[in-house]
Nanobody
Framework: VQLQASGGGLVQAGGSLRLSCTAS????????MGWFRRAPGKQREFVSA???????SYADSVKGRFTISRDNAKNTVDLQMNDLKPEDTAVYSC?????????????????WGQGTLVTVSS
């Protein structure tokens, strides 16, 4: 599976951005899609994940502000980010793996897209 992420940019604190990830290749199987982020000088961290049938998982730091969704017909997964904070500044990457659990560990994902930079100014 090949993944292509888009939608990053610069936004002021309190603003919103929507990230999108499009999957191509062998997408006929059941895939879990996830978003991870890496802030400058920090380790990659889990943001959100969604299973093929719509079960979701969120990091505590984004719960209530971010919403993950997917369109299986279009092989896309989106991350709607509202009420953004400066600490959300990071490179966001989408990931995928076969399975039916919204995995939170990056080690469990085997397909990764390139990152897209989100910068939130204060």
């Amino acid at each position: 599976v090949q993944l292509q992420a888009s939608g990053g940019g610069l936004v002021q604190a309190g603003g919103s951005l929507r990230l999108s990830c499009t999957a191509s290749g062998r997408t006929g199987s059941t895939y879990v899609m996830g978003w991870f982020r890496r802030a400058p000088g920090k380790q990659r961290e889990f943001v959100s994940a969604i299973t093929w049938n719509g079960s979701t998982s969120y990091a505590d730091s984004v719960k209530g502000r971010f919403t993950i969704s997917r369109d299986n017909a279009k092989n896309t997964v989106d991350l709607q980010m509202n009420d953004l904070k400066p600490e959300d500044t990071a490179v966001y990457s989408c990931a995928a793996r076969r399975g039916s659990t919204a995995y939170r560990s990056s080690n469990l994902y085997d397909s990764w897209g390139q990152g897209t930079l989100v910068t939130v100014s204060s």
